[in-house]
């Protein structure tokens, strides 16, 4: 089993890229084998702000904590001070700090776990902002406890398993057409719309001319 995890992490990783950088969100801390193994494999980790709590108390130290504090312990907001980059802007939430200190620091191939749950205002915001992240030059993608979020623009193919879920979200694309998929796809305008398609084979093709988020289940 630990093999077949391995192996699934490993090709999720090499059809999205290796990441430069992990960022933990503040949401539910993720226990699924991919999320957990990307986040313990991750070569430079950045924290959004109460999400190092729960990060240091499984015995990990990250790279930075990013946020402007409201939610970390005030016992690691003492002890992890020299890491702790502090922002107050308020009209960014924490994720998009972590994400725009990253590409400051010149690493735009980015993982984010720990993104969703909790709340469900904060896990759609999170969601949606993967468009803005990618329409400033990030690679940039979300993996949950149970799917991998991937924003997209124009036409891509995915490599895939037959009757492996997957969804297609429309940001405003034009021209929406699959291949490889049960379902037709069209210029969907609610997000709904888009959910619990299924591939028929080995991959699949979404052809768009413009941006869509791909939600591919593991």
């Known amino acids: 089993m630990k093999e077949d995890i391995d192996k699934k992490s490993v090709d999720l990783c090499a059809l999205y890229g290796e990441p430069e950088a992990v960022i933990l969100a503040n949401g539910d801390y993720p226990t699924h084998p991919i999320p957990s193994q990307i986040l313990a494999n991750?070569?430079?980790v950045v924290c959004?702000?109460?999400?190092?709590?729960?990060?240091?108390?499984?015995?990990?130290?990250?790279?930075?904590?990013?946020?402007?504090?409201d939610s970390l312990s005030e016992e690691n907001r003492r002890k992890y001070s020299h890491i702790l980059h502090h922002i107050?802007?308020?009209e960014t939430n924490d994720q998009t700090k972590a994400v725009n200190f990253l590409m400051e620091q010149?690493?735009?191939n980015i993982v984010i776990v720990g993104a969703t749950g909790k709340?469900?205002?904060?896990?759609?915001?999170?969601?949606s902002l993967l468009i803005d992240y990618m329409r400033?030059?990030?690679?940039?993608?979300?993996?949950?406890?149970y799917c991998v979020f991937i924003p997209c623009r124009h036409t891509h193919t995915f490599s895939s398993q037959p009757g492996k879920q997957v969804s297609i979200i429309n940001f405003g694309a034009h021209g929406l057409r699959?291949?490889?998929?049960v379902y037709p796809l069209s210029d969907f305008t609610n997000w709904w719309q888009g959910t619990l398609n299924e591939c028929t084979g080995t991959e699949f093709t979404v052809h768009a001319e413009g941006e869509y988020l791909v939600v591919i289940n593991y």
């Open 42 to 44: 991750a070569p430079y």
């Open 88 to 90: 107050s802007d308020q």
């Open 48 to 69: 959004c702000d109460g999400g190092a709590d729960t990060y240091i108390a499984q015995g990990h130290v990250p790279n930075i904590i990013i946020g402007d504090g």
């Open 136 to 145: 400033a030059g990030a690679n940039v993608r979300t993996f949950t406890d």
């Open 178 to 181: 699959g291949e490889g998929l």
């Open 106 to 108: 010149g690493k735009k």
């Open 119 to 127: 709340r469900e205002d904060h896990t759609l915001g999170n969601i």
